[in-house]
């Protein structure tokens, strides 16, 4: 907990929150994925769906920047749902290679398929 507070104290000195990561009841995003310890990309993906609609971007208008950032929440989900089939095939002896060669071959038959 004394790490947890001076870290933030350290951060908020280098650089502030910015408001489209603070919520209404007070809570900042990083809070909320430290509190139910999220995974890297389960974090970020947090991250994007709670500033999406509120962070502006000069080179895109209010609406393609809200659906830039659900796209790159999407994304980062995707990402995990690969590793954790990855790790459940490894966890049945399968090597990590041979783990994402099965798994692009399904996505590769999948696309073949969605062709047609």
């Known amino acids: 907990m004394i790490c947890q507070n001076i870290n933030k104290n ?5 650089r ?3 408001d489209y990561y603070n919520g209404k009841n007070g809570y900042e995003a990083s809070q909320v ?4 310890s999220c995974s890297y990309n389960v974090g970020n993906s947090v991250t994007y769906l709670l500033r999406a609609g509120k962070k ?4 895109l208008s209010d ?12 994304h980062h989900l995707q990402i995990e749902i690969k590793q954790l089939q990855i790790d459940d095939l490894m966890s049945k002896g399968m090597s ?9 071959r399904i996505e590769d038959l999948k696309n073949k398929f969605n062709k047609k």
Not at 63 to 74: N, P
Request: zero cysteines; hydrophobic letters at 40%.
């Open 96 to 104: 990590h290679e041979k783990a994402k060669a099965s798994l692009q």
């Open 63 to 74: 609406m393609a920047k809200h659906i830039e950032d659900l796209e790159k929440a999407i």
């Open 56 to 59: 502006k971007d000069a080179g």
């Open 16 to 18: 502030p929150t910015p």
């Open 33 to 36: 994925i430290y509190g139910f």
């Open 10 to 14: 350290i951060m908020k000195q280098i």
